[in-house]
């Protein structure tokens, strides 16, 4: 990703990321920005050109908007540049739940699934009757037109 | 270059052609399959890395492409609202497959006589039965036997957990007095035979780094290889070779990983690429005899090209529901809307699965095999906090029926990185099926607010995009050369010994995931193979 004049590139990009996915203080989640996921998005751009113009174009453009990096701003960059904003944005979710400690703040392992997944207990065989019972009751619901007379 | 011939010449190593060369094992004939991928090596498992979730994306995206690998062949979906997807190596389409594993119903092989639509097959769920239970068997398939909505069968392992997801949701079923129930799935609930249980992980598109799902490249290829089948991998064919004047196939023309093209000769040919790549590889295959392609004087090569279109709908809970604990697409299946119903504005049926819910960046990105990301901003937050971990889900399976306009061609401009023509779709989503995904989601948010959801998610109108998992009917089987491609046990009308194994050869679709009836199916075209031995070519 190539410099900007008027901005400075990396605080622009800290901050859209910041708008593209906030904190959340009360659980202690933090904003995509502040987690560092500029670092991943850039190193992606330095291997795809689409990613890499896109930056360039979105980071100048936001720096021509008054006002700072608002939700307001990223907004507008959104309606104007919707392709390159589309790139970035997919960009941002890749590197911010690819970060082990991120799933876990939602509720998934931070482990790699395998080898060791998760506990799932089986479901035990008086459940599995008793929830299975009014459908049996009701009877076959199939038609077989050859009863094995084909 | 020649080689020295085999008898028996396998093309496709996923999960048809290892089924028929485990059914020709006991011939003792010599047996060769070429495959255009390789073997996925244990440390290419994603799942074994922090990231795995990065890897849907790149790499091991079901889509071939976006991954772009060499073995891969792209594939031209621009006229169509479904994309093919698929795997390309030892294990085929069954590495990244997700083990659901239902079978046909018998009315399935019955449409045009019970309801009017689509054609009868000239086998039938008897006839398949026997190859239902061999083949779940070998591959080790777990789920709770007495299921209503079939004929009497039990799988052989007792059923994978259903969690609480499918637990809420039975609930919901059963407060309808709909039917439901565990779902079948080709996935280790106990271990087995070397082979260790299911561990859960939820990843099983990334490929199963425990070896619980039941990819041929963990049944049937170690098996096979140990007994001798050779496994010729990086060898794509090109074409396969007719004699003019008997119109016997003598082999095929193959590039192998060092560059060359190499001719090898068989007695007896048998595709087993998959509904898109078994009809590309027919229509490369032009000859004197066959101007329109291999087999194709029926015209229907290439042609019928049926998918499971579907949707899904989800429904916020009040409890975390924990749906990425456990294979990804399997915990309960309702057949409930399955047979045609004259009340109804479209004949046959769907299913209505509940897959589990998927992990943070898939979500994010806009769920399994859709490229449409989910709100940023304080809405994004919002969704991930307090919506994501409370989710559950059913997807609306429908049966797709077989229209002509619906095809595989070869595209004039596109090709792999052999230089061979690659396929081109041409397919829109018919009327019959556009009106059962409309009923199916209805249905689907009754049974969800039945189970407790306090509200139901909106959904974008769509059908998923990478949604073509399932490719059936593009040479299909049946009595009337004039009308099929394939006789009603996988030989093909024009060319007395080439078979086609296949999802191709399914007259219609179903609304079930096809594997085991594909696998079924090869099992009882390799039976017939060795009943006919002696007149197999008259
Ligand atoms: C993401 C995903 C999820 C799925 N989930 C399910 C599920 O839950 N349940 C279910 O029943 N089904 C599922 N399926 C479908 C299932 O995988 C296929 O139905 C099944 O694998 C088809 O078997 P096949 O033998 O026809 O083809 P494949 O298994 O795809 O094997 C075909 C093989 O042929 C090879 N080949 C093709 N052309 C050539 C050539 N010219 N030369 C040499 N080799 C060639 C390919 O490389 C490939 O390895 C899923 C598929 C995908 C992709
Ligand atoms: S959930 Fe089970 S079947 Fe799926 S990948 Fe993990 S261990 Fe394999």
Redesign the pocket.
Known sequence: MSAHKTINPQLALDAILDVLIPANRDRDIPAAGELGVAAFVTEAAARNPALNSALVTLIARAGELAGGITPHTVRQLESELPEAFSLLLTETYKGYYSRPDMRAKVGVGSHPVHPAGYEVASDPPALLNELTAPVRARGPVFRDPTGGQA | MKLEPVDVLI????????AIAWSLLETRMRILC????DHLLDKDFPSRREDYELARYAEFS?DPNVRGLP?D?PINAEDSCITP??????????I??????PRMRPSDFRTRSLDGVGEDWPVDYHDLARFYDMNDRNTGVSGLGGNPAYPDYTPPHPPIPMGKLGQTLARGFNEKGWHWWPSDV?ILSENDDGRQKCVNAGTC?LGCAAGAKGG?NFTYWPMLENAGVELRTK????EILVDEASGFATGVL?HAADGQVYEQKAELVIV????V??P??LLNSKSKLFPEGLANRSGKVGKNLMFHPLTGVAGVFDEPMKGHEGPM??SILSQEFYESDPDREFVRGYGLHSGRSTTPMTYALGGYGIDNPIPWGAEHREIMDNVYPYLAGLTVVTEDLPEEHNCVTLDPDLTDSDG?PAPKITYRLGENTQAMLKHGEARAQEVLLAAGARRILPKGDKVWWRAG???MGTCRMGNDPGASVVNGWGRSHDVKNLFI????IFVTAGAV????T?QALALFIGDRIKTNIATLFD
């Open positions: 093309i496709g190593a996923g999960a048809s052609g290892a070429l495959e255009q991928g079901c073995q062949y997807v698929n795997w390309n190596g030892v294990g085929g389409s069954t990244n497959f997700l083990g659901h594993w080709a598109d041929t060898a794509r064919v090109r193959y087993a690429c998959n509904g790549g078994t590309r590889l697409a399997c061979i998992w399932h490719q194994v296949d999802g191709s995931n096809p594997t085991s594909i």
